[in-house]
């Protein structure tokens, strides 16, 4: 990234995050739902192009029928708790996969990829929105969102400053070990000041966070493979110096059903 993409990069980050939190903090658990939907019907607009679909046409009823499964987790997941571990569940197998789909880089097809898509949005989605309706749920996920982008910019000047092993030369070649190890410490200093804040516990906080950081990699990498073997070097242009919305909530796809799972097991909100 040259000086002039992080520049627009911190621009459009500055203009967003004042009115991303206020909307964490201060708007009802559905606002949060219909904002963040609207958000997975333009990923799924960016990743159909990924998967292969050519036809302009075909984004836009995936994005679509995104949005009909999004509409039926609205419906069901929250009524109903075998759905919601359904839901879930599947979301973490489906990282879990990803993570050896980076590791051997499986050319999949346009089908797989594009069935693969509601497995990596719609229980991000879920747990986003669920985990607002928690027990001080906004600060939850404001701090979810502050872990992941204190993972970023650590791993960004960590890996530009003492960057030398490569984390994944063929899937990202800019990203570096070191770099995973700085975000994750500048994350782990977010979770703890965010628990002293909130009133929760700081050692059961950071635990979850690292858990967080390291499958947030693994979305990241993700993407970047998925990009990768269709040629394109952005999701999409929507935001400037970010790309796409998938370039920029990468990360936070794989971490949230994460996140609530190990929030839920571990009672860190008690």
């Known amino acids: ?76 997941a929250f009524d109903h708790g075998a759905v919601a571990r359904a839901l879930l569940g599947a979301g973490l197998l489906w990282w879990a996969f990803a993570a050896a789909w980076v590791a051997r880089r499986w050319p999949l097809g346009r089908n797989a990829k594009l069935a693969i898509g509601p497995l990596a949005l719609v229980p991000a989605w879920f747990a986003v929105v669920a985990l607002h309706q928690q027990l001080h749920g906004p600060e939850l996920v404001l701090l979810l969102l502050l872990i992941i982008w204190g993972a970023d910019v650590g791993a960004y000047f960590t890996g530009h400053r003492f960057g030398k092993r490569k984390l994944a030369p063929e899937v990202s070649p800019g990203k570096t070990w070191e770099g995973v190890w700085g975000g994750a410490a500048l994350a782990a200093a977010v979770a703890w000041v965010g628990a002293a804040l909130i009133g929760l516990d700081p050692v ?50 794989a971490a949230a059903p994460v996140f609530l799972v190990a929030w839920l097991i571990t009672g860190a909100s008690s």
């Open 1 to 76: 990234m040259d000086l002039q993409d992080l520049r627009r990069r911190v621009i459009t980050a500055v203009l967003l995050a004042p009115a991303a939190v206020a909307l964490i903090l201060y708007a009802p658990s559905g606002a949060i739902a219909l904002v963040l939907g609207a958000l997975l019907m333009v990923a799924a607009l960016e990743w159909a192009p990924l998967a292969g679909c050519t036809d302009p046409l075909r984004p836009w009823l995936y994005a679509i029928g995104m949005a009909g499964l999004t509409g039926l987790a609205w419906w069901y």
């Open 204 to 253: 059961r906080t950071v635990t979850i966070a690292l858990l967080t950081v390291a499958v947030s990699v693994v979305g990241d990498l993700t993407e970047s493979l998925l990009k990768r073997q269709a040629g394109a070097k952005d999701s999409g242009t929507l935001l400037p110096g970010h790309g796409g919305v998938l370039d920029r909530l990468d990360s936070l796809f």
